[in-house]
């Protein structure tokens, strides 16, 4: 394949790509495959001679996509959302033909201010101080992952990445027990390890982190020698939505001197909207911030917004310069690199510029208040069915509900009905050690009437003899 070819082919895959997108109400939102079928269709040794490219493109068409699950899909309710919008998927595809990696300044300067830039725009977006400087990891279990060594470090007086944790005093980390699963894989790659993440019991409908167990814990690890590092608290979180109050967690973190940091890896993306700022009233105090914008806002996946309050502290632990990565001038720039745990770099500030200038803040919160209010809209409708239930009320666009009377298995069953009849995609989750079924909305271009399709598709299946 030549740069010809290549012109050709990009043709073809861009009219694809529009037709694909504009006709994904008539596919199945999820794969409709049994495991293997794709395996078996993929020979099991590479081949020794090129081969036509026509034959990979129907082969892609044939084997590929119908083990295809599509999160672009209007109404793919199930997991939090990894949008594309079409801004978003032009520059990406621009990223993808320069191809730059962008480590260093000088390895692509427009990458580095562009990244700048855009942190900038979306601090402003969410109304944070413009303290916090940003830095766009690739995911916000990267950024929680570098929040973690940070705490550690911090707590260490920076021992850890030159003595190792053997000898050091034993850390603790501080989270609720609403938390995503990957707060627990920091822990276990820091090296902290799981019997030393203390998730504190919640309570309240938004199911916050109960502070003064939070304070009586750190307390009793203090007495029992064990060392403090940090605190993590959450905005939305994944299972049904839970809100910390923050400035309950500030005020403990300010009085234990603790390293913060806050997981609104779906949620904040809604605090573009200022009238959705009150769940997470005083995040200007916590030291470090994540939200994706790959989830909520529309950029491609992957693209996670990581704020800091002081950057230093994260480059003071990541950043290691070996003389090949020393850049020699007379001023001083940002590397990028020493603020994340890869070495390499995407260009991933391009999409939030198109994205942003494309739609603008104003069309990218209407978006949102739409999905918020069809979401809401919906559970009211299903609250007023006599066979169901809300488990727990809308957090934005996420809410939970269930069938009266249906046990664990009767809810998964009315799960699993509803995903092979494909017209809506959506998940399970856990309620107070109750099974309940989970509904979330936020996909870039659905539409009221794709929650009406919603309605219909669920009320008809629960009630299905």
């Not at 427009?110 to 109304?127: F, N, P, V």
């Not at 310069?321 to 390499?344: A, C, F, N, Q």
Request: hydrophobic share 40%; aromatic share 10%; glycine share 6%.
């Amino acid at each position: 394949m030549n740069w010809d070819d290549f012109e050709d082919w990009s043709h073809k895959a861009a009219s694809w790509g529009a037709t694909y997108h504009k006709t994904l109400r008539d596919r199945p939102v999820r794969a409709q495959v049994a495991p293997g079928d794709t395996l078996a269709q993929l020979p099991a040794s590479p081949p020794e001679a090129g081969q036509p490219l026509e034959n990979t493109w129907d082969d892609f068409q044939s084997i590929v996509m119908p083990g295809i699950t599509h999160w672009q899909h209007p109404r793919f309710f199930a997991y939090f959302n990894s949008n594309a919008a079409p801004a978003s998927v032009l520059a990406e595809f621009l990223t993808s033909i320069v191809a730059p990696q962008c480590m260093l300044w000088q390895t692509s300067p427009s990458a580095t201010e562009m990244e700048t830039r855009m942190m900038d725009w979306l601090i402003q977006a969410i109304g944070l101080p413009d303290q916090y400087k940003g830095v766009i990891q690739d995911s916000a279990s990267s950024a929680t992952l570098a929040a973690v060594l940070t705490m550690r470090e911090w707590a260490l007086n920076w021992a850890g990445n030159k003595e190792g944790l053997p000898g050091q005093k034993t850390l603790r980390i501080y989270c609720s027990d609403q938390v995503h699963s990957s707060i627990d894989r920091a822990i276990w790659v820091a090296g902290i390890g799981q019997d030393n993440l203390v998730k504190i019991p919640t309570k309240g409908a938004m199911r916050a982190m109960d502070t003064a167990a939070l304070q009586a814990a750190i307390t009793a690890d203090r007495a029992a020698g064990y060392l403090p590092a940090g605190i993590i608290a959450a905005t939305g979180a994944t299972g049904m939505g839970a809100c910390d109050d923050m400035n309950a967690v500030a005020d403990v973190a300010k009085r234990e001197d603790l390293y913060t940091h806050l997981d609104a890896a779906w949620a904040g993306t809604a605090m573009i909207c200022p009238e959705f700022r009150h769940l997470w009233a005083g995040a200007e105090r916590f030291d470090s911030i994540v939200f994706n914008p790959h989830k909520w806002l529309g950029a491609q996946f992957d693209c996670a917004a990581h704020f800091l309050r002081d950057p230093d502290l994260l480059r003071q632990t990541l950043a290691i310069r070996p003389e090949y990565l020393k850049t020699h001038g007379e001023v001083e720039v940002t590397d990028y690199s020493e603020w994340s745990i890869p070495l390499g770099r995407r260009f991933r500030a391009l999409k939030l510029w198109f994205l942003i200038r494309t739609y603008g803040l104003d069309g990218l919160r209407g978006r949102i208040r739409n999905h918020v209010a069809w979401s809401q809209n919906l559970c009211e409708r299903l609250r007023a069915e006599p066979d169901f239930e809300i488990v727990t009320d809308p957090i934005l666009s996420l809410w939970t509900f269930r069938v009266k009377g249906a046990d664990h298995d009767a809810t998964q069953a009315l799960v699993d009905a509803i995903n092979d009849d494909g017209r809506i995609y959506i998940t399970q989750t856990l309620v107070d050690g109750n099974k309940v079924i989970r509904f979330q909305a936020g996909q870039f271009d659905c539409t009221e009437d794709d929650f009406h399709t919603a309605f219909d598709t669920i009320t008809e299946i629960a009630r299905r003899p």
